[in-house]
């Protein structure tokens, strides 16, 4: 059957937007008049409903941002705690959203609420902006009848996956805007600048001391093979990409994403977090641990800590717990295991996993405070350092000029 888009008032006045599926313009109309909303735009949507697993599939990224969804999550929540249905609930949130795409996608899941679906099958539908995690955590509050807490901690974490992304963007700007300012301001003093300094100091028929030669043979070379130095990083750049696809390449550079000093620390504080909250939050809101372990590991990137889990799942299913083969991985850090068989003796699992992804964000938000509070003068004395060099092998040759004529 297809889909309209409408825009119209409601009973109030108030604007409002979404879709409806009807056989007909005209019995869209109807459909919409009889749930008190005036339309003063009605259009046919492209897209069939029908294939909802084609949308979960497309190969195109989201245009909805963590942010955006954590936000309409929250309004779902406050909305059901008011008393709303659900169906309300959704019109409502989907009508007031800035974006188009959440609107829409939204107002398709009301749909088919009302027609008699749960809620959590239709978020299946739509793939694109409802990851797996969203949709089981829905699933469980659907059942247990506690949708309206399951959405709060739904909020609560995505909140937090954006304030941790938020910080981390925060502390690198700095150094990355201030690394491109300086190469680029390097690469146009050597290929611009220098050459043309360089020409007139050879004119000047005298022995150029080693700085200078040094200087000059480093721009020429940049200068007249470019196209073989931009050839060569592309061709290492295509080879790196395809030894990433490979499995044994793929396997070796993630375990290397570990082992490397310093930034491997932070690579598994990082994911061990992620890790520790997502299993935390899921087990919350009433996910069996296997199931939860499952989807936890899928949103892990690193092929070692999804091994890991893997085999951690496979014990649990045959009647472990979770402190014992979590350590016996020997992946990740000592407090999670620690954490785990404190929870598992307590029977309070989910505040242990909180408390572990809460020290370990923190350690994470001092190491990379501390990296750039030394990274930023290394960079400044190295800018330094070259730009200095430049200046000593240009300015060498005209003192030598200066005292010759004197």
């Known amino acids: 059957m297809p889909l309209f888009e409408y825009t119209g008032f409601d009973a109030r006045g108030k604007k409002v937007n979404g879709v409806i599926e009807a056989s007909g313009k005209k019995l869209g109309l109807q459909k919409l008049r009889e749930q008190g909303i005036y339309a003063t735009d009605l259009k046919e949507e492209k897209t069939v409903r029908g294939e909802k697993a084609k949308r979960s599939l497309t190969l195109f990224k989201s245009s909805v941002s963590t942010m955006e969804l954590a936000a309409a999550t929250r309004q779902m929540a406050t909305l059901l705690g008011a008393g709303l249905p659900l169906d309300e609930t959704l019109q409502t949130v989907s009508s007031q ?12 899941v009301r749909e088919e609420v009302v027609r008699g679906e749960s809620l959590h099958q239709s978020l299946a539908g739509e793939g694109r902006v409802f990851p797996e995690l969203y949709v089981n955590m829905i699933e469980v509050g659907e059942n247990s009848g506690t949708l309206e807490q399951v959405l709060q901690r739904l909020a609560d974490f995505l909140e937090e996956q954006v304030r941790m992304k938020s910080r981390l963007r925060a502390a690198l700007a700095y150094p990355i805007l201030m690394a491109l300012i300086g190469s680029g301001v390097l690469v146009f003093l050597v290929t611009f600048v220098v050459p ?17 030669l040094l200087l000059i043979r480093g721009s020429d070379l940049l200068v007249d093979y470019a196209w073989l130095i931009l050839a060569l990083l592309a061709a290492a750049v295509f080879a790196f990409l395809r030894y990433r696809r490979t499995e044994r390449g793929r396997w070796q550079l993630h375990r290397l994403a570990l082992s490397i000093p310093v930034v491997g620390r932070l690579n598994l504080l990082v994911a061990t977090s992620r890790f520790a909250r997502t299993l935390g939050t899921l087990l919350q809101s009433g996910l069996p641990l296997l199931a939860a372990l499952d989807i936890t590991r899928n949103l ?31 992946v990740f850090p000592p407090m999670l295991t620690q954490m785990t068989a404190v929870g598992e003796r307590s029977g309070d699992m989910e505040t242990m996993l909180f408390r572990v992804a809460d020290a370990y ?8 405070t501390g990296a750039l509070s030394l990274l930023e003068p290394l960079m400044i004395l190295l800018m330094g350092t070259v730009v200095g060099f430049i200046v000593m092998a240009i300015l ?6 200066s005292q010759g004529i004197g």
Do not use: C, Y
């Open 97 to 108: 959203l800035e974006n188009p795409t959440l609107g829409r996608t939204l107002s398709r």
């Open 361 to 368: 964000d923190h350690e994470v938000e001092l190491a990379i």
């Open 196 to 212: 043309k300094v360089t020409r007139m100091l050879e004119d000047l028929g005298q022995s150029l001391p080693w700085p200078t």
């Open 396 to 401: 060498l040759p005209i003192f030598q000029a």
């Open 300 to 330: 892990l990137q690193n092929q070692l800590l999804r091994e890991a889990l893997e085999d951690t799942a496979a014990a649990v299913r045959e009647g472990e717990g979770l402190s014992a083969p979590l350590k016996r991985a020997a």
